[in-house]
């Protein structure tokens, strides 16, 4: 049976998985779960997963959720799948392993809290919060001076010193892309000083292209949305109604 993949291109976890079945050719079907219509919560996509998350697979009879398993798994089990994305090293692997635990505690709280809390919020039919964008913005500043510092250090173009990426540097630079939506001069400002970091993102997206680029097409929609919707001004209750459908 072929391998299904449940997802939502809006959500960066989701993205990475698709891009990597893509660029590695795992034969898979997407299924689409549309969180901005909460069917994330259905009782059928429950039986995916009882978490009521994205992305999730189904491979055969094994059903698997949280993105950084799902790439593990991938790797591990396809064949065809370069060596590079997750090591046959033990040590190599230990390695990635402890960036994609960094991730999550890290990275995933500073951007997702941030992108939320200033300006998608009121899609999802939240307010948006100040206070916690605010809290989520010294997470993220410090997560990027971390992959500068200590993930980028060495020579290599990519993660823990690598000439080619992992599933850590698809994974971080998929969450690091949700910040395309921020406006231009918050992008800029929150990525700006950070010049490793941009050229490592850079190098992860030509390592991955073309499907990278058609992958991100959601949100690169939604950023377009976005920018108009700031130019009109328009209120909250609007906002939702208009980015629902790039969603």
């Not at 049976?1 to 809006?10: E, I, N, Q």
Request: with cysteine; proline share 5%.
């Amino acid at each position: 049976m072929k391998l299904k993949v449940y997802a939502d291109r809006m959500s960066q976890p989701s993205r990475a998985v698709i891009i990597f079945c893509k660029v590695n050719r795992i034969d898979f079907e997407e299924v689409r779960v549309d969180i901005s219509k909460r069917q994330h919560i259905t009782p059928e996509f429950k039986e995916i997963n009882p978490m009521r998350k994205v992305p999730a697979i189904v491979d055969g009879r094994f059903k698997l959720f949280e993105s950084h398993a799902i790439l593990i798994y991938l790797a591990c089990v396809f064949p065809g799948v370069a060596d590079h994305w997750y090591p046959t090293d033990l040590f190599k692997r230990a390695k990635i392993n402890s960036v994609l635990d960094w991730h999550h505690s890290n990275l995933r709280r500073g951007a997702a809290e941030y992108v939320k809390n200033t300006t998608l919020a009121p899609a999802l039919g939240l307010p948006l919060d100040p206070q916690a964008a605010a809290e989520a913005e010294k997470v993220l500043f410090s997560s990027l001076s971390n992959i500068e510092s200590v993930w980028l250090k060495g020579s290599g173009r990519f993660l823990l010193g690598g000439n080619q990426p992992s599933i850590a540097d698809l994974s971080l630079v998929c969450e690091l892309m949700q910040l395309e939506v921020l406006d231009e001069k918050d992008r800029s400002r929150i990525l700006s000083p950070y010049k490793k970091v941009q050229q490592w993102m850079e190098d992860t997206k030509n390592a991955t292209r073309p499907h990278f680029d058609e992958v991100h097409q959601i949100l690169f929609k939604a950023k377009t949305k976005l920018q108009k919707v700031r130019l009109m001004g328009t209120n909250s209750e609007n906002l939702k109604t208009k980015l629902a459908s790039r969603m």
